[in-house]
């Protein structure tokens, strides 16, 4: 099974064209217009977005203007290069509609490898990349969706029948019926996992990261009191945003485009503070964060939240900028809530080196358990992601997590215990 | 403790619910003369029942809608504070998805606050008896007064006498909320029901240890200093001691439940009561006596009617008592919200989320007319508590790790949605389908309900010609 790659393309928009690439967007949004790019069609594609950058004059934070930009965003199955030549491939004129606002985009007639090639050109590096579960491809999540599916509605001709029966014997049967089944008898096989190549980098970095960590460590334990200070004083001078939400109309905007299906995007926007000592917390802090994401929450969970199928943090702009992007579970409310609940800390250690953050405490203290300040600040700097798509809008990751379990505890020749067998059976 | 509520000024609606006072009705009313509706809501500032303690044979209560608030007089741009849920009311496209008001249940269709026939106030009467209320109703809302305080009726709902159960049979409102601060200060409430105040009155800190936002109006429109001053001298608090008040008209189809419940609960064809009777109490979570069945798993138990000290992390995790997806349960899921995270963070979530429910029955059981309940519930904060509950509780599909099921008893149902319910049962789970919508949404609207002296302040307005709506400023 392919590892999941988090693609960023950015591209400047011709000048004067944002406003009319946002009318654009807004209808290629609506599955009725006729003018969506079918990603549907795509099917290493787990979850992608297209969203505009809106032009900053002056610089926000002093510096050069930064002209309006294209961002599209994409959540896939490696290898990259497949998504890409499907993209160009399966969006066509529709792919040419879009980025033809964007300055130096191939002419109509040049060849689709020029158009993969504009696009890998424009790539951004993710700084901080969270997959809910790696190595799970789309593939895997559709067969295992029509597999549970299968089960229960199996189980619902059964449930009278077998009211008080041996969950044993009960498993076995539903095993049978799955075997029987030529469309579905892959299940008895279990998922496998990431490709040699991937695993083997995947080690060294883990590895190779607290390495480095322990041959700096002298030094680092030397700088630690210094940076406490210079962090303290940081924060005490920070000018925290007033807890007041966007303007009625800002709020609508964003809410039209929220809570269709149960699962939603969000989209950030954040301007980075100024200066040697921010700019480097923040990297340490990204890199500290990444290689947690990287190789500690990678099944299932960020620190118990289980709503989140992708994240990323995108440094843009020579680090001016930040974007944050998401797909989750429910509303932007509860989403909220949770991150104050469970994650507070690790939002604060890499958000309050953003301006205009509640006020933190040794990085990781108070900030987002500020709860009026926190959301103001999140919703403040949303932007509306006005092409959003989920190649599986009708699963939560707890779901999905569900049904690879249901699938897993079929395989395996041996029967189960009473116990797994019960357990396996609390899953349908 | 934090500071001790303003009881005088507050609304006595937030500290009781007139479990004495069985008669109740409410009138929804259009502001025709603002000026003469200000004199009629100035005379009201001294009517109202506060949260005092005292003895009541009767009692009065006013809440008015933000339309209501601009029709009054409250000018625009003079206000901030006010959220978007309130502002922006119940019937924006967003807020017919969150809430499920769609189809049967869309606003076009309401007998009241949808686009058709917006209110801007709602007064709530209440009364030891229905011939109490009647005069009551005719001092207050009788042609004569309504005329004299340039109102009109947009629709009177009257409600059944109250007496703890609701049309579809069973008892109701067993679990609410305690607010902290109304208790004694020596002996704490159980923290399983003790939130703080601040999560129904703006003006004092809420279960985040924060003071809500609370709306404000700028210092020079209150020059008699009517209200008291926030923080920030220039605004006066127009907020302090007032709270969102949510009226939905919930119709029950009570026949139209009985008879699902005969049906799925047949063998062979052939009825069968007590499978009937027990299905119906896995969709609610509680026997028709109010025993929850976390607790009383096989039998409506007498002496667990009034339980309401259980939890569902320890021993019904599972939901081989109360199922999963059980009315009660996505209501307040108690300490059981995040297994993950355990029974204590668990009850820290959810009681971020709670509702002091003030709502009643209406319809008559001997009449084939339209029965149900006017839901009616307070809180400070309409997007983090009712329509959270609402939204991410109640029509979430996804709900405790669940697929397809929304709440079983009070969810409007879109496409193949909430057409199931899932029973967990050991070895194997049992799954109800074809699950019609139970409940039909006829009219809602979000209320702001005043303290005393905001009242007298809005009594107070000079009365602008500006009719506009008033926006918060950022």
Sequence with gaps: ?428 | MAATLELDDIQGLVARGYGGLRAATFVLLRIGDPAAARAWLGALAGEVATGEREERSEAVHVALTHPGLVHLGLPEGSVAGFPDEFTGGMTTDHRRRILGDVGESAPERWHWGGPANPVDAVLLLYAEDHAELERLADRHAGPAALQAAGLAEVQRLATSPLDGTEPFGFRDGISQPLIAELGPTDRPGPPLHTVRAGEFVLGYQNQYGQVAESPTVVAAQDPGRVLPRSGDPERADLGRNGSYLVLRQLAQNVEGFRRFVDQASRVDGQADPDAGARLAAKIVGRWPNGAPLTRAPDHPADDLADANDFGYADGDAAGHGCPLGAHIRRTNPRDALDPESGPEQSLRSSNRHRLLRRGRAYGDPSDPGERGIHFICLNANIARQFEFVQHTWLNNPKFAGLYEETDPLVATRQGDTGRTFTVQARPLRQRVTGLPAFVTVKGGAYFFLPGRRALRFLAELPGAPDQNPSRREP
């Design chain 1, 1 to 428: 099974m392919p590892h999941q790659v988090a693609l960023t393309i950015r591209a400047p928009i011709k000048p004067g064209q944002a406003g009319a690439l946002k009318r654009l967007l807004a209808q290629m949004a609506d599955p009725a217009g006729g003018r969506a790019i079918p990603f549907e069609r795509m099917e290493t594609t787990h979850f992608a977005r297209l969203f505009v950058l809106d032009e900053v004059d002056g610089g926000p934070d002093g510096g050069p203007p930064i002209p309006a930009s294209l961002v599209y965003m994409s959540d896939v199955d490696a290898p990259v290069w497949r998504h890409l030549a499907t993209l160009v491939g399966v969006g066509g004129a529709r792919l040419d509609d879009v980025f033809a606002h964007c300055e130096g985009w191939p002419s109509a007639s040049a060849s689709n490898w020029a158009r993969v090639a504009w696009l890998r050109a424009r790539r951004v590096r993710a700084d901080i990349v969270y997959v809910n579960t790696v190595g799970r491809s789309v593939a895997q999540v559709h067969g295992e969706r029509r597999l549970r599916q299968a089960i229960e509605e199996f189980l619902d001709g059964k449930q009278a029948e077998w009211r008080g029966g041996d969950p044993v014997q009960i498993h076995a049967a539903v095993r049978r019926f799955v075997a029987g089944r030529p469309d579905l008898r892959w299940a008895l096989e279990p998922a496998r996992g990431p490709g040699l190549a991937f695993r083997v980098r995947s080690t060294l970095h883990k590895v190779g990261g607290p390495l480095l960590v322990l041959l700096a460590a002298p030094l680092l334990l030397a700088l630690l009191p210094v940076w406490a200070v210079l962090l303290r004083r940081h924060e005490r001078r920070d000018v925290p945003d007033k807890p007041i939400l966007p303007n009625p109309e800002r709020l609508r905007e964003l809410a039209d485009l929220e809570d269709h299906v149960v699962q939603n995007p969000f989209t950030a926007v954040g301007v980075a503070k100024p200066g040697r000592f921010r700019f480097l917390t923040m990297l340490a802090v990204m890199r500290a964060v990444n290689y947690a994401t990287r190789h500690i929450f990678n099944r299932g969970s960020l620190t118990r939240v289980r709503t989140i199928h992708f994240a990323r943090w995108v440094a843009i702009d020579d680090r001016r900028r930040l974007i944050f992007a998401s797909s989750y579970d429910g509303s932007l409310e509860s989403y909220m809530d949770e991150f104050i609940d469970k994650v507070a800390w690790g939002l604060n250690a890499v958000f309050s080196n953003g301006v205009g953050y509640p006020r933190t405490r040794w990085l990781v203290l108070d900030g987002a358990n500020d709860e009026r300040a926190f959301k103001a600040f999140l919703r403040n700097r949303q932007l509306p992601t006005q092409v959003w798509y989920s190649a599986y809008d009708d699963l939560s990751a707890v779901n999905v997590e569900n049904n690879a379990a249901i699938r897993a505890g079929l395989a395996g020749a041996e029967a189960p215990t009473r116990g797994e067998a019960e357990a396996w059976l609390a899953r349908l």
